[in-house]
Nanobody, 117 residues
Framework: QVQLVESGGGLVHAGGSLKLSCAGA????????MGWYRQAPGKEREFVGG????????LYSDSAKGRFTISMDNAKNTVYLQMTNLKPEDTAVYYC??????????WGQGTQVTVSS
């Protein structure tokens, strides 16, 4: 069974940092384009960033650029989203995604990030 399991969310003050993890089960994350999305209450889901192992160093939305970094640990089959200088507007549920070349796409269950002002 294919699963993406996010963890690491929580409550943090503005200016703080969090590191989200996305562990893969039943698939090799290095074979997929990995992405992070987020959805704030009352808003549409939006792209945060993505990475393809050994192909690119990461693509980011304008809001994430310079503050967020995506990395992969193939040995642990895990993708990370390091978030720094967090702002209240970063409050959202964050989702990990895996997009395959055969149209096989997977989403995690999401992890809540709340940034207080």
């Amino acid at each position: 069974q294919v699963q993406l399991v996010e963890s690491g969310g929580g409550l943090v003050h503005a200016g703080g940092s969090l590191k989200l993890s996305c562990a893969g089960a039943g698939l090799t994350l290095g074979n997929y384009r990995m992405g992070w999305y987020r959805q704030a209450p009352g808003k549409e889901r939006e792209f945060v960033g993505g990475i393809r192992w050994s192909i690119d160093s990461g693509l980011y939305s304008d809001s994430a650029k310079g503050r967020f970094t995506i990395s992969m640990d193939n040995a642990k089959n895990t993708v990370y989203l390091q978030m720094t200088n967090l702002k209240p507007e970063d409050t959202a549920v964050y989702y990990c995604t895996a997009a395959g070349s055969q149209g096989d796409d997977y989403w995690g269950q999401g992890t809540q990030v709340t940034v207080s002002s």
